[in-house]
T-cell receptor, first 111, second 114 residues
Framework: EPEVTQTPSHQVTQMGQEVILRCVPI?????FYWYRQILGQKVEFLVSFYNNEISEKSEIFDDQFSVERPDGSNFTLKIRSTKLEDSAMYFC?????????FGSGTRLTVV | DQQVKQNSPSLSVQEGRISILNCDYT??????FLWYKKYPAEGPTFLISISSIKDKNEDGRFTVFLNKSAKHLSLHIVPSQPGDSAVYFCAARTFGGATNKLIFGTGTLLAVQP
């Protein structure tokens, strides 16, 4: 069964550093997403990406965040200058008609 | 912005009995609802979904019921097994445009006791 692959599984970074979280969505999917889950809280929408551009972003997705699909297979989330409150599980997802498939997540710890 | 709510943070059920997880929503534009199961440090795993034009969908031990007039859906698991112990999230979607994002509820931790 096709999978969404995320790397790394765990990233520890110093506050103020840039991080790039990587995802390989399912190849024939058209919509790509990033979600995050702060420990003990719900899964929150960050951004959706369709037709090579951001189609919607949440209030959380401020100027410190950016996404790219540089080569038709990878889908990346960059946080420019990490803050302590960015510590969370970050999930990539992709979708075509109907089904949404999530990756296993990257645990980001900002220290 | 609590468009999707799961009012029970936890539920404990005996093995073999029925588990009923509930979800309420406020946005009448939602057209598709999904249930996900999640273990700690893993991504959500799709369980079952239902379109807003239906009131029931069944897949093995899992059945989802949708009551549009009450803006309520529920997931029934029969019979419950210890391996079902996890956090269950309901999610809803508004179709159309270039997003199709999912809005998640807060989750219910299900514990199935052997």
């Amino acid at each position: 069964e096709p999978e969404v692959t995320q790397t790394p599984s765990h990233q520890v970074t110093q506050m103020g550093q840039e991080v790039i979280l990587r995802c390989v969505p399912i190849s024939n999917h058209l919509y790509f997403y990033w979600y995050r889950q702060i420990l003990g809280q719900k899964v929150e929408f960050l951004v959706s990406f369709y037709n090579n551009e951001i189609s919607e972003k949440s209030e959380i997705f401020d100027d410190q965040f950016s996404v790219e699909r540089p080569d038709g297979s990878n889908f990346t989330l960059k946080i420019r200058s990490t803050k302590l409150e960015d510590s969370a599980m970050y999930f990539c997802a992709s979708n075509n008609v109907g089904g949404y498939t999530f990756g296993s997540g990257t645990r980001l710890t900002v220290v | 912005d609590q468009q999707v709510k799961q009012n029970s943070p936890s539920l404990s059920v005996q093995e073999g009995r029925i588990s009923i997880l509930n979800c309420d929503y406020t946005n009448s534009m939602f057209d598709y609802f999904l249930w996900y199961k999640k273990y700690p440090a893993e991504g959500p795993t799709f369980l079952i979904s239902i379109s807003s034009i239906k009131d029931k969908n069944e897949d093995g031990r899992f059945t989802v019921f949708l009551n549009k007039s009450a803006k309520h859906l529920s997931l029934h698991i029969v019979p419950s097994q210890p391996g079902d112990s996890a956090v269950y999230f309901c999610a809803a979607r508004t179709f159309g445009g270039a997003t199709n994002k999912l809005i998640f509820g807060t989750g219910t931790l299900l514990a199935v006791q052997p």
